[in-house]
């Protein structure tokens, strides 16, 4: 599966942006996705996941409250709504499939995308 990511860009802290992963190739529907996220010169963070229909999702503690993931499988799209931004959330965002149940380590992850930049501005 091919997954391309956008939506990210320059906000202002305290603001918001939604994140968008496209996917292609594959039935969507049959991946739980995830989120992640590398700051220059950290390693990368799991940020949050859905499983494949939408019913559960996962999120990390530093993002609990402020960040909703959400599907819709007709467009074969996960969202990523980022609320109450901080600094803090400066990072290059990247979304990822794996072809069964959400997981919050990367590296269980078959599939990803290229990454999109949000930079949050104090």
């Known amino acids: 599966v091919q997954l391309q990511a956008s939506g990210g860009g320059l906000v202002q802290a305290g603001g918001s942006l939604r994140l968008s992963c496209a996917a292609s190739?594959?039935?969507?529907?049959?991946?739980?996705m995830g989120w992640f996220r590398q700051a220059p010169g950290k390693e990368r963070e799991f940020v949050g996941a859905?499983?494949?229909?939408?019913?559960?999702?996962y999120y990390a503690d530093f993002v609990k409250g402020r960040f909703t993931i959400s599907r819709d499988n007709a467009k074969n799209t996960v969202f990523l709504q980022m609320n109450s931004l901080k600094p803090e959330d400066t990072a290059v965002y990247y979304c990822?499939?794996?072809?069964?149940?959400?997981?919050?380590?990367?590296?269980?992850?078959?599939?990803w995308g290229q990454g999109t930049l949000v930079t949050v501005s104090s």
């Open positions: 990822a499939a794996r072809p069964t149940h959400p997981s919050k380590w990367y590296h269980d992850y078959d599939y």
């Open positions: 859905i499983n494949w229909s939408g019913g559960s999702t």
């Open positions: 190739g594959r039935t969507f529907n049959n991946y739980a």
